[in-house]
Nanobody, 119 residues
Framework: QVQLVESGGGLVQPGGSLRLSCAAS????????MGWYRQTPGKQRDLVAT???????NYADSVKGRFTISRDNAKNTVYLQMNSLKPEDTAVYYC?????????????WGQGTQVTVSS
């Protein structure tokens, strides 16, 4: 079994910062790409940022210059540092990892963490 557990969401004022974490546990051989996505009610889940196993990053235009994705391979963890938050960043944030186990390689999702930006 593989489990992704997210933490760090909450309520923050506009202009504030939050740091999301997502840790994978279980029977894991290796992890490839990691990423963060977000979703609001009635909308599709959108890409926020991704990071490859070698550290290459990609960001949605709406978060470039404000969000930073990073990873700690020793801890099987991906982070999302979010600065200069705006009300339109309010969403449920999900992490996603491409995990190789002994017999399978597939994408896994976290359970989601709510981020609310409001005064």
């Amino acid at each position: 079994q593989v489990q992704l557990v997210e933490s760090g969401g909450g309520l923050v004022q506009p202009g504030g910062s939050l740091r999301l974490s997502c840790a994978a546990s279980g029977s894991i051989f290796s992890i490839g790409a990691m990423g963060w996505y977000r979703q609001t009610p009635g909308k599709q889940r959108d890409l926020v940022a991704t990071i490859t196993s070698t550290g290459s990053t990609n960001y949605a235009d709406s978060v470039k210059g404000r969000f930073t994705i990073s990873r700690d391979n020793a801890k099987n963890t991906v982070y999302l540092q979010m600065n200069s938050l705006k009300p339109e960043d309010t969403a449920v944030y999900y992490c996603k990892m491409y995990i190789r186990r002994t017999a399978t390689t597939m994408y896994y999702w976290g359970q989601g963490t709510q981020v609310t930006v409001s005064s």
